[in-house]
């Protein structure tokens, strides 16, 4: 469905958000971020854009927390009418696509502070791997803010990764997943959130609380893109981060773990990550 396109409605009145995002902001994100998009609705989210159990009505209102880039919300603007109004916010406004449909906005917001007047106005709010995002005590003020903004009977989606303890694939991938719990640990992020929002979501207010995990494969299976392929891109991403706080002493110890982990990968039955979803 063809919308009219305009310039996306940028709210600028908040330069200093604090950010503790440890990805970068750049083309090979954007490319990164799109792939991301489409793979994990195709096979996390059974090719569904909105796997909450609800439907989209004429008039209602959509929310994206932490919208990137904004192809989620670009998608779902493609498959719904041009009645239903789709406004994604984050606190990165430089990903943002320059034409965007009638009905779409994007704002420079952070989804724990929400205007005043978003009370009860969103049937629903879709937020995705923000684990490298946002702190613990943002995400507790994030979920009342979006457990205020949702009408009654609303709904909000969530999808996050699970970042093992321990993955039975081989001593070179849990190395590379403890770096990763450090760097998250250590820029004051939460890398067990699946088990956090299990707990965290009843107790801010939210009901019928659905949670889903599913095992994707980390085996090369000759597929140009997959998910193995953004696993790697994501780890590549997370290099400056991991070199700046010592985690790794080097570029070639990075590079020594990142192709020894690929090895395991290949040769273990057990290459996979976990990914939750939460409605």
């Not at 994990?40 to 927390?65: I, N, W, Y």
């Not at 989606?157 to 760097?183: A, W």
């Amino acid at each position: 469905m063809l919308h009219e396109s305009r310039s996306p409605e940028v709210l600028l009145r908040a330069p200093s958000i604090k950010t503790h995002y440890i990805l970068p902001s750049d083309k090979s994100e954007i490319d990164r971020l799109n792939l991301q998009n489409q793979l994990l609705t195709r096979e996390v989210c059974d090719g569904k854009l909105v796997f909450a159990p609800m439907e989209l009505e004429h008039g209602d209102q959509v929310l994206e927390s932490g919208t990137g880039t904004g192809i989620w919300v670009l998608s779902l603007a493609e498959a719904i009418p041009p009645t239903i109004s789709l406004t994604g916010i984050d606190i990165n406004t430089r990903l943002f696509r320059q034409e965007v449909p009638s009905n779409v906005s994007f704002l420079q917001r952070s989804v724990t502070n929400l205007p005043d007047e978003w009370t009860e106005r969103f049937k629903l709010v879709n937020q995705r791997l923000l684990i490298g995002g946002l702190t613990r005590k943002e995400w507790e003020k994030g979920l009342q803010e979006i457990h205020r903004v949702l009408v009654p009977g609303g709904w909000v989606q969530c999808l996050e990764p699970c970042i093992p303890l321990k993955t039975d694939i081989g001593p070179h991938t849990e190395r590379m997943f403890e770096v990763l719990r450090n760097l998250l640990s250590n820029n004051g992020l939460v890398h067990n959130i699946v088990e956090v929002l299990g707990s965290r979501l009843p107790r801010t207010g939210f009901v019928n609380v659905q949670i889903h995990t599913i095992s994707l494969s980390a085996h090369s299976n000759g597929d140009e893109f997959s998910h193995r392929t953004l696993m790697e891109w994501f780890f590549v991403a997370l290099k400056p981060g991991m070199l700046a706080t010592k985690l790794l002493s080097s570029e070639e110890e990075f590079e020594k773990l990142m192709q020894s982990m690929l090895k395991e990968w290949d040769e273990s039955p057990k290459a996979a990550v976990a990914t939750t979803t939460t409605v």
